[in-house]
Nanobody, 117 residues
Framework: VQLQAFGGGLVQPGGSLRLSCAAS????????MGWYRQAPGKQRELVAF???????NYASSVRGRFTISRDNAKNTVYLQMNSLKPEDTAVYYC????????????WGQGTLVTVSS
């Protein structure tokens, strides 16, 4: 599976961005997809994931502000990010997994999100 991530950019605090992750084949072939992020000098952090059964899970730092969703017809997963904060600045990586979200099988290229005034 090849994953392509889109949608990063520069946004002011309080603003919104939507990230997209397009898969090269049916996303039903994997158990779930999601996003990690890595800020400069920090460890990689799980942001959110969504399962084939549409179950979702979010990091406490983004719950209530971010929403993950999927479009099965387009083989695409989205991350809608609202009320962005400077601490959300990071490179965001989408992933897919067949076993556990803790051990992704495939990764997309990172997309940089910068939240700054």
């Amino acid at each position: 599976v090849q994953l392509q991530a889109f949608g990063g950019g520069l946004v002011q605090p309080g603003g919104s961005l939507r990230l997209s992750c397009a898969a090269s084949e049916s996303i039903f072939r994997v158990n779930g997809m999601g996003w990690y992020r890595q800020a400069p000098g920090k460890q990689r952090e799980l942001v959110a994931f969504i399962t084939n059964g549409d179950g979702t899970n979010y990091a406490s730092s983004v719950r209530g502000r971010f929403t993950i969703s999927r479009d099965n017809a387009k083989n695409t997963v989205y991350l809608q990010m609202n009320s962005l904060k400077p601490e959300d600045t990071a490179v965001y990586y989408c992933f897919s997994y067949s076993g556990t979200f803790l051990r992704p099988d495939y990764w997309g290229q990172g997309t940089l999100v910068t939240v700054s005034s």
